[in-house]
């Protein structure tokens, strides 16, 4: 676990309708589902409350890539959403890869047995999980931050 920042975190999947968020322990062992945020005027003060609430030390915000790394319709959306939060608050905001997270969190609750319907609640936090465990993953075996960082510009 050499060069693994310790401290809190929480992951973002930022959806059209429902931003997911989940949250990880102090030593990066585990992600772990906290809430689903409906997309509207007030999810960037949600999130940034939930980050005050947990003690963060960063929020790390899925970058939705095709499978070749390339910008999908929803990668603008992330950086806008992404640039919203580190605007709105003090943390540090990291954009992380998050290919296929959300494809994994539906084959996990199909696994488990639930339904896509029955899954609708919960798949983004699902998805948020996913990201968050993958961006800790990558930084306990590199020894650098996941992803990339964005700028903080005041309101």
Known sequence: MSGFRRGR???IDVGKARVGVATSDPDGLLATPVETVPR?????ARIVALADEYSVVELLVGLPMNLRGEDTASTQDAREFAAALAAASAFPVRLV???LSTVSAHAALRSSGRSQRSSRSIVDQVAAVVLLQQ???VEKSTGRPPGTPVPQEPT
Do not use: C, P, Q, Y
């Open 97 to 99: 890869d998050e290919r």
């Open 9 to 11: 975190r929480l992951g």
């Open 40 to 44: 509207d005027d007030r999810s960037v």
């Open 135 to 137: 961006a800790l993953d």
